[in-house]
Nanobody
């Protein structure tokens, strides 16, 4: 059974940085993808960034490109989201998600089969 545990959220001022972590367990396949999504109450959950575990390829949403970077630590089974130049509109609950048996990074949330509990990021103006 896949378990994903996020950490690293908090309160930060505009222009500041945070690094989120997603500790994964139970991912036994050779190919899988881990992605970050975010959600504001009353809005759809949106894709932020994803990484293919086997080859390290990444994809970032246009809204965060150049400011956020997803990476992984194979030895620790952990995926990170480094967030720089944060803006108030980045305020959201951030979730990591995984899908197995594929290298294809997708922004479609229904394609993911495991989710973490989320970590809140608040950017003050």
């Amino acid at each position: 059974q896949v378990q994903l545990v996020e950490s690293g959220g908090g309160l930060v001022q505009t222009g500041g940085s945070l690094r989120l972590s997603c500790a994964a367990s139970g991912l036994t396949w050779r190919r899988f993808v881990v992605s970050w999504f975010r959600q504001v109450p009353g809005k759809e959950r949106e894709f932020v960034a994803g990484i293919s575990w086997s080859d390290g390829s990444t994809y970032h949403a246009d809204s965060v490109k150049g400011r956020f970077a997803i990476s992984r630590d194979n030895a620790k089974n952990t995926v990170f989201l480094q967030m720089n130049s944060l803006k108030p509109e980045d305020t959201a609950n951030y979730y990591c998600a995984s899908k197995s048996s594929t290298n294809l990074i997708s922004s479609l949330k229904s394609s993911y089969d495991a989710w973490g509990q989320g970590t809140q990021v608040t950017v003050s103006s």
